[in-house]
């Protein structure tokens, strides 16, 4: 007697007949580990981005100061003494500074000529060349860097700076005070020990003071390094403190937490900084 058997056709998935595995949906906790990673990594990427550009501000910044140091040297190659810190006379609100002098060693001979030493700094003749921007006497990390200062009364506006020159620590000791004339011979301490020029944020202008506005191109040595806008002292917007322009043309950065009586002594040309 014969069986008979009876067969029932079977279509396997297509994922099987393919070789492959049935697929599966991302759950949400793998969603957010993969939002978690790529968040810590941009946040990486961000703070090295942001290194990285404020190491390149402050090396520019350096350079800018440098430039200022070979003008100074200049000056001196030609005068046999460095510029005045400000050019004070009896009665005057506004003096011209030691930046002006520098022009025509900065080969800025033309906007130099434009400039009447003998007028007033805010006189209407100096208004047009005092305003003008000079990319040297800025420091690329201050936001208000090749800006202008605005004057109100009288109506004028000064070309801004973010350098101004050493006066000393106390009784206009080092290079840079009103109506200064200090000789290479007569920086006791040596020239890479001196201070001659450092940063500030505040309002400073490459042209000169105005007493009406606050306005200097001096510090002192007994001013502590501060960090943003500063009037009187130093200041700069640098995580790593000020660049400091020393008499031998060096640049050094020095922190916020240096000692004072080293930064007092920096600042005297008879200081004992050795």
């Known amino acids: ?41 941009a946040s990486l990427l961000l703070v090295g981005t942001q290194a990285a550009r404020s190491s390149m501000l402050a090396t520019n910044c350096g350079e800018n100061m440098r430039q200022l140091g070979i003008a100074i040297a200049s000056y001196n190659t030609s005068h046999g003494l460095y510029p005045p810190g400000v050019v004070s006379s009896p009665g005057s609100n506004s003096r011209f500074g030691w930046g002006a002098m520098l022009l025509p060693y900065m080969e800025l001979s033309s906007l130099h000529a434009q400039i009447d030493f003998e007028d007033s700094l805010l006189s209407q003749g100096n208004a047009i060349a005092v305003q003008a921007k000079i990319s040297a006497f800025g420091c690329p990390a201050d936001p208000a860097e090749l800006s202008t200062i605005r004057i109100l009364s009288p109506a004028r506006s000064l070309g801004r700076s ?62 502590p390094i501060s960090y943003g806008n500063s009037e009187n002292g130093v200041s700069s917007f640098h995580s790593s403190g000020c660049h400091v322009l020393m008499g031998d043309g060096t640049v050094v950065n020095k922190s916020r937490d240096v000692d004072g009586s080293v930064w007092a002594a920096m600042a005297s040309r008879e200081g004992n900084s050795q």
């Open 1 to 41: 007697m014969m069986r008979r058997c009876y067969f029932t056709s079977y279509a396997p998935p297509s994922s099987v007949q393919n070789g492959s595995m049935p697929l599966r949906g991302i759950t949400l906790i793998e969603v957010l580990i993969v939002i978690g990673i790529i968040t810590v990594l």
């Open 162 to 223: 973010n350098f101004v020159g050493c006066r000393g620590y106390s009784d206009d000791d080092g290079v840079f005070f009103p109506n200064s004339g200090v000789r290479s011979e007569d920086v006791l301490d040596g020239l890479g020990c001196t201070m001659f020029v450092s940063e500030r944020s505040g309002k400073t202008a490459w042209a000169g003071e105005f007493d009406g506005e606050t306005i200097r191109v001096l510090y002192s040595g007994s001013e």
